[in-house]
Structure formats: structure tokens, C-alpha cells
């Protein structure tokens, strides 16, 4: 998918934000510090790693020595990653030289993490205990129905099952985000709510984490406790329970609103209550873009326009809806069309034909996937004509001006026209100019000043 303007960081740009006073509170957990240099790019990973048992300052040229001079790009990319996460620290070294050193809580923790390894805070219950667990594959099931339902409700609140409930507080944050809400009107997705559901799950999934993440103050969350415990879920198994006694009130809330968007299944049983993890948690400190969760594409297009989705899905439908005309929907098959005025439509939210073409690519049907092109090209190149057409002409409010009474006061108009940054178009032989409409009035009063 391309990039979508309301993605502008990963998971661990957001650690790396935090203040150093709760970024060293991170630091005092090995499972964070392992999930840390898990996370890191493989060049930044071996600098920590030959720095570990390293306690003195190592000046940048020694460290410079340690990759090819063709690496040298990459090296950079590892220094600043680093420096980022506060791993590195800039010293002197006895030369007066530049030199770095690893963050010392940093460093100890992961050394005893290494060699004495570490016990999570919670250990997976007996299976004498719980219930009977769910597969992989329906646990699989389960977090895809819930994703969809959270979407749905989040877009449609009509279109979704009404027996699912979801955190009141927890919807306004999210809906607040991509969600605006007219004088009288019910709220209608902005700009950004429209690439919202245009990207691919993981890419949406880690846009509502951030949310998540940094709305968290408002619900008496520290934004550092919360990201501690995300990071902890990651080294959970995928499908093993965990006893819910084992947490403290504030993690009881969050794991409850993990489960509304898939990451976690919740059951009881007689005694105890317990939660199960999805792919999707403990897959949080490695990457959100793993293409391994992805679900199988269901969208054929023709070279007549017609597209045919092979989908039971009520938001795979609601999906199509924003940038194709849908005609008929059977139990198993959506069918729809793609016109000049459904993608007037799509254009006009803010929508592009990059992101509609990139959308009809992931999710081809396997029986297309494995053409080239998966989605006909007559049909790739009208849409980005539809598109270009659309933009082909730029409606700025101006005002003309003529007959100056002098070459020089026509002169000095277009110098303060410059200077405004107002000035669209001159012709020094007529004596003609055309400036912006905010400058018009600023332009008035100068004209008259020069009489």
C-alpha cells in the first residue's frame, strides 16, 4: 500500500518519543529491553550487541571501522536509531573525541536477560483449568470478525451487530480521529477516514494502537505503563491463557479493550477468568506490517469495469461503496462498477487513485493474484485519468486590475503583490495584473495610497 498521511510512525518511534525520565522507567524491565533490540535494524542490532560487555566509551571511528566504507549510509541510519531510543549516549572519549556509550540501565538489564534469561510476569494457566481452548484457526476467525465489527461501528454504527459493545470512551477517540461531526448532522468521515479504510489491516490496526496509546492520559493511563504492557503481551504465546488475577485494575481495563479490537479473546470459566492472545499482539514489537496476517483477497476486476467481490463481508462492502457503484449484493458475491462519478466521489474525499488501484491490488482474488497486472491496466490507466482530469484546472478567487495611471505605480503594485505573495499573473506592455483574493483589500488601500 502506499504510504498514507495519517501513518507518520511505528511502534518504536512512539517509545522513542517518550521523555528519558519514563524512557529509562522502560529500561528497568528486561522484556521490554530484549523487545527494544528486537525491534532495531540488523547493523544497530550488532553495534549493541558488541557494546554489551563494553563499558567504557567507543569513539565514532572506531565504530565508523566496523562496517565496509559501502555501508556507511546504513551506519548512519544505526547511529540515529540508537540515538533516537536513547541507547547510545554522546561522551569523550580520552582524545577529546566523539564517542558513544550504551545507556548503562540499558546495558545491565540485557546482560542479565542474556545470560540468566527471565520469567514473565505471568506464567500460561494448566489446561486441567481452563476450557476447552480455541484453535489457532478460530482464534484467527474470531480476531477478523471483531476488527470488522470495531470498523463498522466505527463508520456505521447501523451496519454493525448490535450485540457487540464496545467502550463508549473508547469510540469517541477513535471516531474524533477520522470522524467530523457537522452542526446538526451525524458525523461523516474526513479526508483521512477515507484512507483510513482504504489501507491494508495491519497499517489501520497500528493507526488505532497510536490513537490508542496516546489518548491514554485522558483515561488516567500513563502513555509509558500502557506501552510496557503492550510489549510484555508480545512474548505471550499465541493461543495459550493467562490468568486476568494476574493484573493489576488499569490492565484489566486495557486488556478489555484489546479484546473489542481482536488482539485478545476473553473467557471465564467457573472460578477463573482468563485471556488468550492473537497473532496480532504478540506480533506488536516486531512489526504491524507482517504480511503473514494478511487475509486472502477477494475482488476480481474486469476490463469492462465490472468488479466482482467474493465476500460475505458488510465492511468489505462499505468499503466499495467509496469509490464504486454498488449494484447488487448475493449471500457470497458483491457486484459493483466502477464510473467517472463514483470516482468524482472518491476524489472529492480526498481519496487517490493510487490508493484505489493499490486497494484493488492487495486484495486481488488468488485466481487474479498471480496474473500481471492482477488489476486490468485500461482500467488502472482511466482511473488515473479520471483523476488528472479532475485536477486538471486549479479555481483561485482573484481580481483584475488595469489602466494604472502610471508605469510606476503599476511597478510598485506588483512589487507589493510580490511581497504578499499574492501576485498570479502580470503583463508589463497592457499594464495588467491579477493578484490572489485575500490580497485585494491590503491592495485597495496601497492603490490608494499611491493617488
Known sequence: MPQVRIIAKNFMDMVASLPAVKLNKLYENAFICEAILRSLPPLAKKYVLQMLYIDSPVSAKSMEEWVLPDGSSKHKVAIDRLMQLRLLTEAEDRKKETAYRLNPKFQGNLRKHLVHGGILPREAMASNITVRLPSLEELEAYAAEQWETFLLHLINSTQAEKTMNFSSGMMKIFQRSIMSKRDKESPVLTEGGFQFLLMDTNAQLWYIIREYITNSEERQIEPADLISFLLELSFHCTGEAYNTNTLTDVQKSVIKDLADLGLLKLQQGRKESWFIPTKLVTNLSISLSDSTSRRQGFVVVETNFRLYAYSTSKLHCEILRLFARVE????????????????????????????????????????????????????????????????????????????????????????????????????????????????????????????
Open 328 to 451: 447488487y449484493q448475493l449471500p457470497n458475491l458483491i457486484v459493483s462498477a466502477i464510473t467517472k462519478e463514483s470516482l468524482y466521489h472518491a476524489f472529492q474525499n480526498g481519496i487517490t487513485a493510487e490508493q484505489i488501484i493499490s486497494f484493488l491490488q492487495q486484495n486481488a482474488h488468488p485466481r487474479v493474484a498471480e496474473r500481471l497486472p492482477s488489476v486490468p491496466e485500461n482500467v488502472t490507466d482511466q482511473i488515473r485519468l479520471w483523476e488528472s482530469d479532475l485536477n486538471r484546472v486549479e479555481m483561485t478567487p482573484a481580481h483584475f486590475y488595469d489602466e494604472f495611471p502610471s508605469r510606476d505605480v503599476f511597478e510598485s503594485a506588483c512589487d507589493f503583490a510580490r511581497e504578499y505573495g499574492g501576485l498570479l499573473w502580470e503583463d508589463s506592455k497592457k499594464m495588467s495584473l491579477v493578484v490572489k483574493g485575500e490580497v485585494h483589500m491590503h491592495m485597495r488601500e496601497f492603490l490608494r495610497q499611491q493617488k
